[in-house]
T-cell receptor, first 112, second 112 residues
Framework: GENVEQHPSTLSVQEGDSAVIKCTYSDSASNYFPWYKQELGKRPQLIIDIRSNVGEKKDQRIAVTLNKTAKHFSLHITETQPEDSAVYFCAASESGANNLFFGTGTRLTVIP | DTAVSQTPKYLVTQMGNDKSIKCEQNLGHDTMYWYKQDSKKFLKIMFSYNNKELIINETVPNRFSPKSPDKAHLNLHINSLELGDSAVYFC???????????FGPGTRLTVT
């Protein structure tokens, strides 16, 4: 099955700085890569996703990049704000199957 | 309106008991899932189910069984509960082919 690794496990940044979280996946058949944000005690919520036919996608302050050859993808958050503090999960999913295989999570803390 | 709901929110029970967690979605999705999030926040797929196919993660003990009375519901039954079953269980749903998954609020199960 798919194996997704995520780094770093914790990340602290000053408000206004950028944050980058990186993931690698093992299964070359994976073609869908979502990112979820989970606030304390809440459900995971989709914040952005990318499909394997696209190299980069942006939505306001967040962007995701995908390198299919190297099997890695990254989440970039610019101009971080305290409300960005949460646990972020990357995930991968194979074509034809919807099961998501999650990374181990990154706890992001934005220091005011 | 709540898109994906779960009951109960909290469940405390003793080892050896049998319990169920209910999940309902009103999004009209055709695929539903159960995920387990352990104390280290790792999120792992347990099952995915649509009206044609049940996909079981091979690591899930057969004490766990999903039951779907209709397309909008996927309940999780757990027999002979063990201490290691303590976790937060999330239900999710998606439309086959659309890939985006929407999570329920989670059920925190504590086995004593």
């Amino acid at each position: 099955g798919e194996n997704v690794e995520q780094h770093p496990s914790t990340l602290s940044v000053q408000e206004g700085d950028s944050a980058v979280i990186k993931c690698t996946y093992s299964d070359s058949a994976s073609n869908y890569f979502p990112w979820y944000k989970q606030e304390l005690g809440k459900r995971p919520q989709l914040i952005i996703d990318i499909r394997s036919n696209v190299g980069e996608k942006k939505d306001q302050r967040i962007a995701v990049t995908l390198n299919k050859t190297a099997k890695h993808f990254s989440l970039h958050i610019t101009e971080t704000q305290p409300e960005d503090s949460a646990v972020y999960f990357c995930a991968a999913s194979e074509s034809g199957a919807n099961n998501l295989f999650f990374g181990t999570g990154t706890r992001l803390t934005v220091i005011p | 309106d709540t898109a994906v709901s779960q009951t109960p929110k909290y469940l405390v029970t003793q080892m050896g008991n049998d319990k169920s967690i209910k999940c309902e979605q009103n999004l009209g999705h055709d695929t539903m899932y159960w995920y387990k999030q352990d104390s280290k926040k790792f999120l792992k797929i347990m099952f995915s189910y649509n009206n044609k196919e049940l996909i079981i993660n091979e690591t899930v003990p057969n004490r766990f069984s999903p039951k779907s009375p209709d397309k909008a519901h996927l309940n999780l039954h757990i027999n002979s509960l063990e201490l290691g079953d303590s976790a937060v269980y999330f239900c999710a749903s998606s439309q086959l082919g659309a890939r985006e998954q929407y999570f329920g609020p989670g059920t925190r199960l504590t086995v004593t």
